[in-house]
């Protein structure tokens, strides 16, 4: 089976960068995943790491190190519209589906 | 809205009722998912549909749960006898098949509460 974890709240102020965690334990994945999820909203996709290193989408990157067994999603310049949760996760099976983390509870403050 | 839409919302049923939750996925899209969310969790797999056919079941998904996706296009996902444990938020998501396809849509959820 598959287990991810993340640090299970992260606050910072706007503007700031923050980055969220995840390490992950698997015996085989096609690749990392994050997602945003608002209180009461659906989960939606921000990143996807298949290779090792960073893939840079906007304000948001992610980083993978399979190696390390490790990832993390960066988020730049804050705003308080990204307050949410942050969920990792692995890609994996023939119909690609996801494993999820913990989450983080992302709260950004003025 | 060309989005996946879940219907009902909410569903709030007594313990031992049936229920029965809808999905209708993006329509371009061939595989279909269904997870199950508790309060402060991730999403948990439930099921898989590629087309019409079931391909792959959770060890979570007792005999009380049953998908079905005909003709490929909609989902339901029908919970027996429902108990307490079953309170959570059911989501679906659907993508485009494919080797590897990463992305998933999902749909705003049905909140299940068992009383």
């Known amino acids: 089976g598959q287990s991810l974890e993340q640090p299970s709240e992260v606050t910072a102020v706007e503007g700031a960068i923050v980055q969220i965690n995840c390490t992950y334990q698997?015996?085989?994945?096609?690749?990392l995943s994050w997602y945003q999820q608002h209180d009461g909203g659906a989960p939606t996709f921000l990143s996807y790491?298949?290779?090792?290193g960073l893939e840079e989408t906007g304000r948001f990157s992610s980083f993978l190190s399979r190696s390390d067994s490790y990832g993390y999603l960066l988020l730049q310049e804050l705003q308080m519209k990204d307050s949410a949760s942050y969920f990792c996760?692995?890609?994996?099976?023939?119909?690609?589906?996801?494993?999820f983390g913990t989450g983080t509870q992302l709260k950004v403050e003025l | 809205d060309t989005g996946v839409s879940q219907n009902p919302r909410h569903k709030i049923t007594k313990r031992g009722q049936n229920v029965t939750f809808r999905c209708d996925p993006i329509?371009?899209?061939?595989?279909l998912y269904w997870y199950r969310q508790t309060l402060g969790q991730g999403p948990e797999f439930l099921t898989y549909?590629?087309?019409?056919?079931?391909?792959?079941k959770s060890r979570l998904l007792s005999d009380r749960f049953s998908a079905e996706r005909p003709k490929g296009s909609f989902s339901t996902l029908e919970i027996q006898r429902t108990e307490q444990g079953d309170s959570a938020m059911y989501l679906c998501?659907?993508?485009?098949?494919?080797?590897?396809?990463?992305?998933?849509?999902f749909g705003p959820g049905t909140r299940l509460t068992v009383t």
């Open positions: 998501a659907s993508s485009n098949s494919g080797r590897v396809t990463y992305e998933q849509y």
């Open positions: 698997t015996s085989g994945f096609y690749g």
């Open positions: 790491n298949a290779l090792d």
């Open positions: 996760a692995l890609l994996t099976g023939g119909g690609n589906k996801l494993t």
């Open positions: 329509s371009e899209h061939n595989r």
């Open positions: 549909f590629q087309n019409e056919a079931q391909l792959e």
